[in-house]
């Protein structure tokens, strides 16, 4: 579904990406862990259209994407849930997922968009509780909750998501992990994602790369990223094993 093959890319003259290869098929959940720095969140803004690419192809679907706008990227089927969790505070929960259902409402109605804020409530009913709260008073897993179902609003196919537990509670990283294995056993979604907490990433990926001052130095599946002692000791520290299984 997704393959990058030998892409740069750059901030100013920092060489940020250094001939990055990897691919993801349909209906995988794969993980890119890394240190800080690393060149993880940038990939991602590179797929989804906000950086741009300096050499090296990037195709989605068969199709070469380098050179699509952001916005186009969304229609094509990609959305992208940033890390800081970029919700509009100022708005309501319902405001912004009418927002993140924009394109949808442009192209099937008000009818498909009402229909597709229910089917949010329904998989994230503490949302339907807080439909006229202000973003900007949720708790942090709320909004994250709120991020997600933004960018499923547009109905992707392929979701691209940055740092879900960030600044989170355990408990609540848990429950947002299990909602991203939710959306991967449905099976009509594609999950590329990006995160720190690297234990909980590779229980509910299929497959994994480790990403070190940007180039990709290990691409396997999760089962076997998780037995490797080098990433063991670089990223599955003890005390992030036992934060997860609490």
Request: glycine share 8%; aromatic share 4%.
């Amino acid at each position: 579904m997704l393959r990058l093959v030998n892409v740069n890319s750059y901030y100013g003259l920092v060489h940020v990406l250094k001939n990055v290869s990897l691919h993801v098929n349909k209906g995988e959940t794969v993980t890119l862990i890394g240190a800080n720095g690393a060149g993880k969140s940038t990939t991602l803004r590179l797929i989804s259209g906000l950086q741009s690419v300096k050499g090296g192809e990037v195709t989605f679907e068969g199709k070469d994407i380098s050179r699509i706008s952001a916005e186009k990227l969304v229609k094509l089927g990609i959305a992208h849930v940033p890390e800081n969790r970029q919700i509009f505070r100022p708005m309501t929960v319902i405001e912004n997922l009418e927002l993140g259902g924009y394109l949808l409402y442009k192209e099937n109605g008000k009818k498909e968009l009402g229909k597709t804020i229910d089917e949010m409530f329904a998989r994230f009913p503490i949302l339907k509780e807080r439909e006229n709260q202000l973003a900007g008073t949720l708790s942090g897993g709320e909004q994250q909750m709120l991020a997600i179902a933004m960018a499923l609003m547009c109905r992707p196919r392929l979701l691209l998501l940055d740092e879900p537990s960030m600044g989170l509670a355990p408990l609540i990283v848990k429950e947002i992990f299990n909602i991203i294995n939710e959306l991967k056993d449905q099976g009509d979604l594609t999950v590329l994602l990006v995160e720190q907490n690297a234990n909980a990433a590779l229980k509910i990926a299929d497959r994994g790369y480790v990403m070190e001052t940007g180039k990709i130095i290990i691409e396997e599946d999760a089962e076997a990223l998780m037995k490797n002692q080098e990433v063991k000791r670089a990223y599955l520290g003890h005390d992030k094993r036992e934060m997860w299984e609490k």
